[in-house]
């Protein structure tokens, strides 16, 4: 089993700045956890992929919509994730989940691990 704790949500200004944490324990990083990630769900939604990052090779993705404002990033020795998100958009608002598992699972939002999601708010 491996548990996931999200934190670092809140209400940011639009063009503003937040960095979610994502830390990990129990039976962390073997062949089958071997990427976290993020997702979110706004009301009313479906929810999406965000990005993700394969803890082996470093290699990431990103959904298209968080290109180059989004970045994610690890801290080995603590199991966490991180999700810089710059330049904020009343769109981004939405509760944002982290996810572990293979990394097609992860991007495909079939993960078998989840949080309990952590709630990001945009005004404009």
């Known amino acids: 089993q491996v548990q996931l704790v999200e934190s670092g949500g809140g209400l940011v200004q639009a063009g503003g700045s937040l960095r979610l944490s994502c830390a990990a324990s129990?039976?962390?990083?073997?062949?089958?956890?071997?990427?976290m990630g993020w997702f979110r769900q706004a009301p009313g939604k479906e929810r999406e992929f965000v990005s993700a990052?394969?803890?082996?090779?470093?290699?990431?993705r990103y959904a298209d919509s968080v290109k180059g404002r989004f970045t994610i990033s690890r801290d080995n020795a603590k199991n966490t994730v991180y999700l810089q998100m710059n330049s904020l958009k009343p769109e981004d608002t939405a509760v944002y989940y982290c996810?572990?598992?293979?990394?097609?699972?992860?991007?495909?939002?079939?993960?078998?691990?989840w949080g309990q999601g952590t709630q990001v708010t945009v005004s404009s």
């Open positions: 996810a572990a598992g293979e990394f097609v699972t992860v991007i495909t939002g079939t993960a078998a691990y």
């Open positions: 129990g039976r962390t990083f073997s062949s089958y956890t071997n990427t």
């Open positions: 990052l394969n803890w082996s090779g470093g290699r990431t």
